[in-house]
């Protein structure tokens, strides 16, 4: 390793014990959001412009977390070992970069929406650690060595020595052996006056040192992963008994064929939150305010008291790309919410129910869409299941029709009578349009793009959705040729999506096969492809395959 090669080791292992420890800190502190990275990370994704965020959900999906977590900590390595170089040559310079590191973290948790003021402990428990780690193993670097037997020489009344004076001067200016290893002098009169023999001694202590600070920093992280494992929804979920729908979903149609409902596990997720927000049952409370008659708070139990209904319905998203997987079928279980707001008595005026996330995250639904006859519901359960951590475990909207930045916000907290005049919700503050009204679509989902197929029957399938609307028609079209009606299968109501199906006769060649769909009210899907942004994708799904 060359000279600054040991440092930047340094400042790597220390920033990652921090890290850890800040990690810690969070988890002890049951605020995992407050850790370092995963603060400045949720900084980061709020600030990133809407062409990034939109690229991101696009080319990643739901990888994008994992990926931007992973280059804040490639970033942070790289900050890491310039900070472990400088601290090598200047320690106040060095502790100066620790501390900013600190504030960084510090003003990053402290300004999330939901932050507390313990939010700033991890970051400067985090920052001690680094600075801590680093001065301890920088000390055990052999230019340290050589600079701290200078100063030894100085205390005692010795004439100073030049910095690179080597170990056997040292040791023969001091004249009774080297006091800081405990040679006797004879043995290093003894010896070369070789300094690589003394850095080679320096180097093996630092490393020993390393390797116990990169020991108690994996430590330290496992125990901080054990801790907020520990603390998940995931041990409150299970113990979670949903009661029986007062009115259970009828079956699903006969002809309905599977892939209708979407797994759990299989139902896509976009959502802002770096780590999933954790509810503690016992204190989460529902608010219902802003411009009610009467503001009320609901517990969770109180929630599952009312009446609660069970509806299949389909929710996608508006950053979906023509033919893109950003869309899902369940059988939701929820408390319909119009009645539970006429209770709470929203005030003429409202047009806008904000729905505020536990993490802070906001979505604003048009109060018109509440009280129009679809039947907006706070879930509860998912397929069976209480709602899914990932899917807003314990309390999500879900508006049917409307896209879910508009209309299913996740991990809910608050639901807040206001206007569009007076709030921008967290989309709509970033570009998004305010209404999100589900737009018509359609998707081949058999063949694949570029299948390989032989002549002969083929089956072409997919499925198609207007919220709300529903769907009255979908036509194939192969090449240029004339749009031919595609059969539908049955569905439980306008509010999903139906499966459509279109017996082939496949001919050799390239074909091109497109896709378009008319909704109930009797609107074709438009040609015309139009991006997600702001307010959704539209345009036929087209797709090529060759037969041969
Ligand atoms: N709290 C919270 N709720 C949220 C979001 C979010 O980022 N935070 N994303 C919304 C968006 S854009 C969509 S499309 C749906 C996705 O829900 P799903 O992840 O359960 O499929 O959640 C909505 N609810
Ligand atoms: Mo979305």
């Not at 050589?146 to 690179?164: A, D, F, G, N, Q």
């Not at 939150?273 to 954790?278: G, H, K, N, T």
């Not at 609901?298 to 508006?318: I, Q, W």
């Not at 919700?425 to 032989?454: C, H, M, N």
Request: charged share 15%; with cysteine.
């Amino acid at each position: 390793m060359n000279r600054s090669g040991l440092p930047a080791l340094a400042g790597l292992l220390a920033v990652v014990s921090g890290a850890a420890v800040a990690e810690l800190v969070a988890a002890l502190l049951g605020r995992p959001q407050a850790g370092t990275v995963v603060a400045v990370g949720a900084v980061l994704v709020d600030a990133a412009p809407t062409p990034v965020k939109e690229l991101a959900v696009a080319t990643l999906g739901t990888a994008d977390k994992p990926v931007l977590l992973g280059g804040i900590a490639v970033v942070l390595a790289v900050l890491a070992a310039g900070l472990g170089v400088v601290a090598f040559r200047d320690r106040v310079a060095g502790l100066a970069g620790v501390a900013v590191l600190g504030l960084v973290g510090v003003a990053a948790a402290v300004t999330r929406p939901a932050a507390e003021l313990v939010d700033a402990l991890p970051s400067l428990v985090g920052a001690l650690a680094i600075a801590g780690a680093l001065l301890v193993l920088l000390r055990r670097l052999p230019a340290a060595a050589i600079e701290r037997k200078r100063l030894w020489v100085h205390s005692t009344h010795r004439k100073p020595l030049s910095v690179h004076v080597d170990r056997a001067s040292a040791a023969a200016a001091e004249g009774s052996g080297d006091r800081r290893t405990g040679h006797p002098g004879p043995d290093d009169l003894a010896a070369p006056p070789d300094e690589a023999a003394g850095g080679a001694v320096d180097r093996r202590a630092f490393l020993g040192a390393a390797a116990l600070v990169a020991a108690g920093a994996a430590a330290t992280g496992g125990v901080a992963a054990l801790l907020g494992r520990s603390a998940t929804s995931t041990r409150v979920r299970e113990s979670v008994r949903l009661p029986a729908p007062t009115e259970p979903a009828p079956p699903l149609p006969a002809g309905v064929e599977p892939g209708f409902v979407t797994a759990n596990p299989d139902f896509y997720r976009v959502d802002t939150a770096l780590i999933v927000p954790r509810v503690d049952l016992d204190s989460w409370r529902l608010t219902i305010d802003g411009m009610v008659g009467s503001p009320a708070e609901l517990s969770f139990a109180e929630l599952l008291d009312r009446p609660l209904v069970e509806r299949v319905v389909t929710l996608n998203c508006v950053s979906n790309e023509v033919g893109g997987p950003y869309i899902g079928t369940a059988r939701w279980l929820g408390v319909p919410l119009a009645p539970l707001l006429r209770e709470a008595g929203v005030r003429p005026g409202a047009d806008q129910l904000l729905a505020r996330s536990v993490d802070g995250m906001t979505i604003g639904t048009p109060m018109a869409a509440v009280f129009d006859g679809r039947e907006p519901l706070l879930c509860v359960g998912m397929n069976g299941e209480p709602l899914p951590p990932e899917h807003g475990f314990p309390v999500r909207m879900l508006t049917p029709g409307l896209y879910g930045y508009v209309g299913a916000c996740k991990w809910l907290g608050e639901l807040k009578a206001t206007t569009f005049a007076d709030v921008d919700a967290y989309w709509v503050e970033r570009g998004w349009a305010p209404q999100g009204t589900v737009k018509t679509a359609s998707r081949i989902d058999t063949p694949a793009p570029f299948a390989s197929l032989t002549p002969g029957p083929v089956p072409i399938a997919g499925v198609a959705w207007a919220q709300g609307r529903g769907i009255r028609a979908v036509e194939l079209r192969v090449d240029d040729g004339a749009w031919q009606q595609a059969t539908l299968l049955p569905v439980p109501s306008v509010d999903t999506w139906v499966q459509w199906r279109y017996p082939w006769p496949a001919t050799p060649g390239s074909h091109t096969l497109s896709v378009r769909a008319t909704d109930g009210t009797g609107a074709v899907q438009p040609e015309q492809r139009v991006d997600p942004f702001p307010d959704g994708a539209t345009g036929w799904h087209t797709i090529t395959v060759s037969v041969g």
